[in-house]
């Protein structure tokens, strides 16, 4: 298997690069914007490239990591303005406000991962691992102090993986209560120091 591991991703893949992230992440963002069409256009149409890194095989994205730093996000695009006028005013202001509890915010010198994604057809091959890699040789490369992560107590592989490149766990947060919303009751976040 042929995988290059690039930083951003041709445009004319914006929409394999939204159902692949759907298909992650996309139980997370059902209570924002129920209609599964919906949520694929509002990727398809949000994303900023230059803020992520793409597995690419045979010329198609079959993996994303996306982070975020001081300078912008890859989700980005995915404002009130955005959402509003994707969605309408009703469905627009509703996704917003759920939206709002995902929200984090890179401090000075930090760079925070916004999760991974890999095709399923592929999965169990390293891919995550490799875009992981990708991403913390980035933010040192860039002079960033650390890398910062949240990973949802659903998602025990994905812990092991991050522990095993020596992320380390510095905040647990429960919301059961809150369960029903966003599809997970508790997060970790994680932080691997880089100097």
């Not at 919906?38 to 982070?67: E, H, I, T, W």
């Not at 759920?98 to 915010?105: G, N, Q, W, Y």
């Amino acid at each position: 298997m042929d995988i290059a591991i690039r930083q951003g991703w041709p445009l004319e893949q914006a929409q394999k690069v939204a159902e692949l992230y759907e298909q992650a992440f996309g139980m997370k963002f059902a209570r924002a914007i129920p209609n599964q069409a919906a949520r694929v256009a509002v990727l398809s149409q949000c994303f900023v490239p230059d803020f992520s890194f793409a597995a690419m095989q045979n010329g198609k994205v079959v993996g994303l990591a996306g982070f975020q730093t001081q300078a912008g996000a890859l989700t980005q695009g995915m404002g009130a303005k955005q959402l509003i006028d994707s969605l309408g005013p009703i469905k627009g202001t509703w996704a917003c406000a759920v939206l709002a509890l995902f929200e984090r915010k890179a401090a000075p010198n930090e760079l925070v991962m916004d999760g991974i994604a890999v095709d399923s057809a592929v999965r169990g091959q390293g891919i995550g691992s490799q875009l992981l890699d990708a991403i913390m040789d980035y933010a040192q490369a860039h002079g960033f102090e650390s890398v910062r992560l949240d990973v949802i107590d659903s998602n025990p592989r994905a812990r092991k993986l991050y522990q095993a490149k020596g992320f380390v766990a510095t905040k647990e947060e429960r919301f059961p209560h809150l369960k029903w919303l966003v599809g997970f009751s508790g997060a970790t976040t994680m932080v691997k120091a880089l100097n």
